[in-house]
Structure formats: C-alpha cells, structure tokens
C-alpha cells in the first residue's frame, strides 16, 4: 500500500494514561485518553488497551512510545521499558509494531529491547519532531497532566539540548509541573488568604485540577484521576479541597477570594514554565510561534501572549478532521507516532 495511505494507530503508555490516536491515509480521524495508573498493577493497562480496540483495530501499522516506565512499579527504567514491550508484544501479537526511539527514530520490538536509554521518555521528541516538520522554527510545549515538555524547533529539527530526563531537567526543557495531576504544594509553598502569606499544608488535599476546575479552565474529559478525597469533581467540592490547603474550610472566605487564591496558584505554576521557557527559546527568531499541546495548552496561550509570541494549538497545526483535533492536541505524542510513522 502507497505509503501515507494506510491505517496506522499511535500509542502513548504512559505512567497514568494510555493515549491512542487513529490515522487513516495521513490525517487522524480518532483520538482517546484513558486512565491507567500503571503504578498500581498493569492491569488498567491491559484494560484500557481493550477498551482502545476500535481505534486500532485493522489497522496496518502500531506505533508506540512510552513513559510509563518512570512508574515506580518497575525497579528501574530500563526493566519498565523491557517490561511495556513485553506486554505490547503480548496484547498485539499480529500486526506491524513500530517502537519510537527518539534520536533512533523508528525501530522494531527486538530492537527497542536493546536500545531501551533512546526509548525510555522519547514520547516529547516525537512530538516536536511533527512539530518540526509542519512549522519549521517554534517554541514547542506539551503541557499534559503531570509534566511540561518545552522543545526549541530550529530548521525544521529539534535543537534539545538534553535528552534524557536528568538532562532535560537541567536545561528547561522538562519541567515537573502539568496541568491536572500536580500537587498544589508542588507549585508554591504558601499562598495569600486576606492578606497574609500563609503556608500551605504539606499534604495531598488538593491538586491543580481543582484550581483549574475553579478558574474555569478545565475540560472535565481531562481529568481522568480521582480528585484528592475521592469526592464530587465540582466546582464547591474543588474549593473544599483547596481550603484545606491553608487550613480552612471553604465557608470562611467568600467564593470570589477562593477564585483569587486559585488564581495565585495557577500563576506560580505559569511562573515555573514561563521561566523554563526563556531559557529554551534562546535563538528563536522574534516571529517563531510557540506551538502548544496537550491538556494545559490553555496555559500555554496565556504564556505565549506574555512573550509575544503568536500562539498556535498543535490541534489546528496537524492533519485531522474537525470533531478530533482537541482530543488529537490532549494525545498529542500518539498523534505525533501514527503520523510519522504513517506519513512524513
């Protein structure tokens, strides 16, 4: 079959989701997120695998990339990545399985084995790869659930600068911090309640979930994970949440200084990426874009008004008819495989 006109599914394994995007001759016709908190057992795993069965199904090539060998699941990267290809071998025993290995580019299951240091994480430079290819010179942040990727695109390349994850984190271009499932006393150490800087509670009361559910900024199909107390995800159930961390309970301040404080919270967050982002766009040209991915790119539109910088959504920048291409953005590194692997 002419290449580009075959169906390829692209895989994301991550630690907590498993995104699925479906390509059918170069354009991505359908997109999913599921749960998989691989870190209690891959049995969501293995779930979610089947529950994706109609996005892959006949389908001539998987493309897969992974992170879920960070999982603490696994007594190291290397034995994750052994671990996830054996599982992806078991659960797809037919067909023409593809294994991104970042700087290695595509290789097979018994390859990946042996290469496991390219495969581990490479799922950001598969994106930014794409990115590359469809815009030439940009800032590129995927901005998902737990972690930031910000990726500077010079001549159509990515020019990182690290590759692994304790290189990356050094240079900028990972930063721990993601749009739903970060705790909130990752983000700041206090937060001002009527005017007095007041510390946080060190505990898991509440995540930037509820401080984007309160703002107004999240899409509830992107918060996969139950909330802190296992409790209601709304807008009074986020605020209880969040009152805890500043040793309260959600009657005693009025609903628009709750706004303020998660407003305090979501800006120290912003804060953190806008600061990793100067360091990575060194070089760029004034009138490079920052293309935006993933479930937080909302926040990243607000950074890319605070640079200057035209901001486009890596939604509207791939091949992908209308009624997926925010589900594609949300999956953006299984968009990124199917299509690349598919096509360019």
Same mark, same amino acid.
């Given at each position: 079959?002419?290449?580009?006109?075959?169906?390829?599914?692209?895989?994301?394994?991550?630690?907590?989701?498993?995104?699925?995007?479906?390509?059918?001759?170069?354009?991505?016709?359908?997109?999913?997120?599921?749960?998989?908190?691989?870190?209690?057992?891959?049995?969501?795993?293995?779930?979610?695998?089947?529950?994706?069965?109609?996005?892959?199904?006949?389908?001539?090539?998987?493309?897969?990339?992974?992170?879920?060998?960070?999982?603490?699941?696994?007594?190291?990267?290397?034995?994750?990545?052994?671990?996830?290809?054996?599982?992806?071998?078991?659960?797809?025993?037919?067909?023409?399985?593809?294994?991104?290995?970042?700087?290695?580019?595509?290789?097979?299951?018994?390859?990946?084995?042996?290469?496991?240091?390219?495969?581990?994480?490479?799922?950001?430079?598969?994106?930014?790869?794409?990115?590359?290819?469809?815009?030439?010179?940009?800032?590129?942040?995927?901005?998902?659930?737990?972690?930031?990727?910000?990726?500077?695109?010079?001549?159509?390349?990515?020019?990182?600068?690290?590759?692994?994850?304790?290189?990356?984190?050094?240079?900028?271009?990972?930063?721990?911090?993601?749009?739903?499932?970060?705790?909130?006393?990752?983000?700041?150490?206090?937060?001002?309640?009527?005017?007095?800087?007041?510390?946080?509670?060190?505990?898991?009361?509440?995540?930037?979930?509820?401080?984007?559910?309160?703002?107004?900024?999240?899409?509830?199909?992107?918060?996969?994970?139950?909330?802190?107390?296992?409790?209601?995800? $709304?807008?009074?159930?986020? &605020? /209880? %949440? @969040? !009152?805890?961390?500043?040793? =309260?309970?959600?009657? #005693?301040?009025?609903? *628009?200084?709750?706004?303020?404080?998660?407003?305090?919270?979501?800006?120290?967050?912003?804060?953190?990426?806008?600061?990793?982002?100067?360091?990575?766009?060194?070089?760029?040209?004034?009138?490079?874009?920052?293309?935006?991915?993933? $479930?937080?790119?909302?926040? &990243? /539109? %607000? @950074? !890319?008004?605070?640079?200057? =910088?035209?901001?486009? #959504?890596?939604?509207? *920048?791939?091949?992908?008819?209308?009624?997926?291409?925010?589900?594609?953005?949300?999956?953006?590194?299984?968009?990124?495989?199917?299509?690349?692997?598919?096509?360019?």
């Amino acid at each position: 079959m002419e290449k580009g006109k075959s169906i390829v599914a692209g895989f994301d394994v991550g630690g907590a989701h498993l995104k699925v995007a479906r390509a059918e001759s170069g354009r991505v016709v359908l997109a999913r997120t599921f749960a998989t908190p691989i870190w209690q057992g891959l049995d969501s795993l293995v779930s979610a695998i089947g529950e994706a069965a109609p996005l892959y199904a006949d389908a001539d090539t998987l493309a897969f990339t992974m992170t879920g060998e960070l999982s603490d699941i696994f007594p190291s990267r290397d034995e994750g990545v052994a671990a996830l290809l054996d599982e992806i071998s078991r659960r797809f025993p037919s067909g023409d399985k593809l294994v991104y290995a970042g700087r290695s580019g595509f290789v097979g299951i018994g390859q990946a084995a042996q290469l496991s240091a390219d495969v581990a994480s490479a799922n950001w430079h598969a994106t930014a790869s794409l990115v590359g290819k469809l815009a030439g010179e940009a800032l590129f942040m995927d901005m998902g659930s737990t972690t930031t990727d910000i990726l500077r695109i010079k001549d159509k390349k990515v020019a990182n600068e690290g590759y692994t994850d304790a290189e990356r984190l050094l240079t900028g271009e990972l930063v721990y911090t993601g749009f739903t499932r970060t705790f909130i006393f990752g983000v700041a150490s206090a937060a001002p309640v009527r005017g007095r800087m007041t510390p946080l509670m060190n505990e898991y009361f509440a995540s930037m979930a509820d401080v984007h559910r309160i703002l107004g900024m999240l899409d509830e199909k992107d918060d996969k994970h139950p909330s802190a107390d296992g409790k209601e995800k $709304t807008v009074q159930g986020s &605020i /209880a %949440r @969040l !009152a805890r961390m500043v040793g =309260r309970d959600a009657a #005693d301040l009025l609903p *628009l200084e709750w706004l303020d404080i998660a407003g305090w919270f979501s800006e120290q967050q912003l804060r953190k990426i806008h600061d990793a982002a100067l360091l990575v766009s060194g070089g760029l040209a004034s009138d490079a874009p920052i293309v935006g991915a993933g $479930t937080g790119r909302r926040q &990243i /539109a %607000r @950074l !890319a008004t605070r640079m200057e =910088r035209r901001f486009i #959504d890596f939604a509207d *920048l791939i091949p992908a008819n209308e009624d997926v291409r925010a589900e594609a953005s949300s999956a953006a590194p299984a968009a990124a495989v199917a299509l690349l692997a598919g096509t360019f």
